[in-house]
């Protein structure tokens, strides 16, 4: 039997992507390029940077129009392959 997931969203759409990991130069630049990489005819609309309390992990907030559940779906496993990725929301 075959499950097939239906998807709360309604594409495309915007789509907030929340990604903390460790501050340091090396993070921005890979989950940046695991972006890229997705996002073949457009770029984020808009990018968000928040340093923690002490300055030892940093939060992007990428914003960005969504073409399909399958693209967010290789993103969140791409990011969550990468070292310095902590969480992604």
Do not use: W
Not at 10 to 28: D, Q
Not at 64 to 87: G, K, N, P, T
Request: overall charge negative.
């Amino acid at each position: 039997m075959t499950e097939t997931r239906q998807s709360l969203l309604e594409f495309p759409c915007s789509f907030p992507l929340k990604v903390i990991g460790k501050n340091v130069e090396a993070f921005e630049f890979e989950v940046m390029g695991v972006m890229l990489k997705y996002l073949t005819n457009a770029t984020p609309t808009h990018c968000t940077r928040r340093l923690s309390a002490g300055e030892k992990y940093l939060a992007l907030t990428i914003s960005f129009m969504a073409e399909s559940q399958e693209q967010l779906d290789a993103i969140y496993q791409d990011l969550s392959r990468l070292e310095l990725v902590l969480y992604t929301l």
